[in-house]
């Protein structure tokens, strides 16, 4: 079935830095879009940012200019470069896809397990 698995999550001061990949893997046919979101605790999961096929990025107001998503089509893989870190970025970071697999005719979300992510002051 198809995976998606998070790394790089961590404890970091603020001002610092932090590299976010997220590996999409199965019987993948077609991945539209790749975004992380974020959840601290007591709130709803948010976008970060996301990212299309061909390159197109969003971004919510909160970390424009500070954290940077990239996409390997070619791996599947998502990346977000975080920089410039303030602790109310502490939240779990969930990479996010919507893809189509080899069996279906149609696109789905899919979700990895999340990673900790925790800016101290």
């Known amino acids: 079935q198809v995976q998606l698995v998070e790394s790089g999550g961590g404890l970091v001061q603020a001002g610092g830095s932090l590299r976010l990949s997220c590996a999409a893997s199965g019987p993948i046919a077609s991945i539209r879009t790749m975004g992380w979101y974020q959840q601290a605790p007591g709130k709803q999961r948010e976008l970060v940012a996301h990212i299309t096929s061909g390159g197109s990025t969003n971004y919510a107001d909160s970390v424009k200019g500070r954290f940077t998503i990239s996409r390997d089509n070619a791996r599947n893989t998502v990346y977000l470069e975080m920089s410039s870190l303030k602790p109310k970025d502490t939240a779990v970071y969930y990479c996010?896809?919507?893809?189509?697999?080899?069996?279906?005719?149609?696109?789905?979300?899919?979700w990895g397990q999340g990673t900790q992510v925790t800016v101290s002051s």
């Open positions: 996010n896809a919507v893809l189509r697999t080899t069996t279906k005719n149609f696109y789905t979300n899919y």
